[in-house]
């Protein structure tokens, strides 16, 4: 089955410089990717997601890339604020036509955002 | 916005006890995902159910567990008998059919204790 690692576990950045976490994968036949944020005691919550037949998507300050060949997706996020400071997982799926399958999670990445 | 919403947020009990936690998901979506989270580590999926049966199962998702959607807006997990290592957050999530886009939305999750 599909396996997902993610790097680094813990990241600590100053405000203001960009954040870099990145993923692999295993299945070649994943083809949905989501990166979620999960702030202290809450709930996850999707911020971006890409599918396979797209390279690059950003949305303001947060951007993901994928490497199918490489099997590996990043998520970035520039001009880091306090407020970024959150656990982040990214996840993949093999999405069928027309409906939905399990996520399988990375381990996370803890970042800090240090004022 | 809608939200699912998972109750009880927390949840003590003996080993050996039988808990149910339960979820109720966005009213239009029609999967449905219970994941768990022991602390510190990974989210990992345990089952999805589509049109009222299970889709998919995790070999985590053994026969102490079980799900049900009971009355058409809640949708539950069972634990037969809990273990110690039953111990761990558990969330829902739901997703809406659509040809090209199926976030998963989850819940605030339910934090079980097991002693």
């Known amino acids: 089955g599909e396996n997902v690692e993610q790097h680094p576990s813990t990241l600590s950045v100053q405000e203001g410089d960009s954040a870099v976490i990145k993923c692999t994968y295993s299945?070649?036949?994943?083809?949905?990717f989501p990166w979620y944020k999960q702030e202290l005691g809450k709930r996850p919550q999707l911020i971006i997601d890409i599918r396979s037949n797209v390279g690059e998507k950003k949305d303001q300050r947060i951007a993901v890339t994928l490497n199918k060949t490489a099997k590996h997706f990043s998520l970035h996020i520039t001009e880091t604020q306090p407020e970024d400071s959150a656990v982040y997982f990214c996840a993949a799926s093999n999405e069928p036509q027309g409906g939905s399958e399990k996520l399988v999670f990375g381990k996370g990445t803890k970042l800090t955002v240090n004022p | 916005e809608p939200e699912v919403t998972q109750t009880p947020s927390h949840q003590v009990t003996q080993m050996g006890q039988e808990v149910i936690l339960r979820c109720v998901p966005i009213s239009n979506h029609l999967y449905f995902y219970w994941y768990r989270q022991i602390l510190g580590q990974k989210v990992e999926f345990l089952v999805s159910?589509?049109?009222?049966?299970?889709?998919?199962k995790s070999e985590i998702f053994d026969d102490q567990f079980s799900v049900e959607r009971p009355d058409g807006s809640n949708f539950t997990l069972k634990i037969r008998s809990t273990k110690l290592e039953d111990s761990a957050m558990y969330f829902c999530?739901?997703?809406?059919?659509?040809?090209?886009?199926?976030?998963?939305?989850f819940g605030p999750g339910t934090r079980l204790t097991v002693l």
């Open positions: 159910f589509y049109n009222n049966e299970i889709s998919e």
């Open positions: 299945d070649s036949a994943s083809n949905y």
């Open positions: 999530a739901s997703s809406e059919w659509d040809r090209v886009y199926n976030e998963q939305f």
